[in-house]
DNA sequence: ATTATTGTATTATATCAATAATACAGTTAA
DNA sequence: TTAACTGTATTATTGATATAATACAATAAT
């Protein structure tokens, strides 16, 4: 699994959204447990105390629990999960869509624009 | 004219981005003066150096050139406005595509989601 | 019972972004 | 000629991020 951290922004929020993104697409399983936190942070080769921090987010918005001497565990609130991914669609279309048509490009182009993107 | 500086990136990189969506978008006339580092940073509310910083960042990609005691000046090289906005047109649709994919969002969705924005 | 593994807390250090306060040389405007 | 304004350079300080090295209590595994 690539863990893609560049060092353009700050490391613990890459590997929150990373996270967050194989939580929401279905690549960590509902209610499963996760590999340990120093597992965690040798796959994405960062240090375990940046890679705590960013589970501890994950902790706040209630996308994992934490059993102190057992492990991180996948939320199995499945409501939360499709909320959560529909939100963050939402959001990732509209900051797209407002920066494109800052740039002065109209829908139909944007949508042409789409259409040529392999997916 | 607003400047939405936020503090989850470097304030500099959003002068930088704010600037040159400015330039490349026409709000800032091709051969024209801007205003000065003091009042750019007076407007944008952030210290004069920091503005400074992003200028140079400009001058780096040929979008202002400086002349040291008269002032900065958006460049007259209209090609080269028109060929930075596709590219970072073409750089936003592929960063927004590769994340819709990787939500499991289909092409066919992502499409209606943008026909429901407004612009 | 003992050992290994778990999340978590603590402390220290290095680096970078940002701010701040000045300073200077060259140009423009008065 | 003077005074004001230009970009630019320098130095110092602050705060946040990241890393590092440990430590500890609770649990699981042996």
């Given amino acids: 699994m690539a863990w893609e951290i560049k060092n353009d922004r700050p490391v613990y929020i890459q590997l929150v959204e990373e996270l967050e993104m194989r939580i929401l697409n279905g690549t960590?399983?509902?209610?499963?447990k996760l590999l340990s936190v120093r597992d965690l942070a040798g796959e994405a080769q960062v240090n375990p105390n940046t890679m705590q921090k960013a589970l501890s987010e994950l902790e706040k918005k209630g996308l994992i629990s934490s059993r102190r001497t057992s492990g991180n565990y996948?939320?199995?609130?499945?409501?939360?999960?499709?909320?959560l991914r529909t939100e963050l669609a939402s959001n990732e279309v509209g900051e797209f869509c407002g920066k494109v048509k800052k740039l002065g490009i109209t829908?139909?182009?944007?949508?042409?624009?789409i259409n040529k993107e392999d997916f």
Avoid: A, F, P, Q
Avoid at 28 to 32: A, D
Avoid at 74 to 83: F, G, M, P, Q
């Fill in 28 to 32: 960590y399983t509902v209610g499963t």
């Fill in 74 to 83: 996948i939320t199995d609130d499945e409501k939360l999960i499709r909320d």
């Fill in 107 to 113: 829908k139909k182009e944007t949508i042409e624009l």
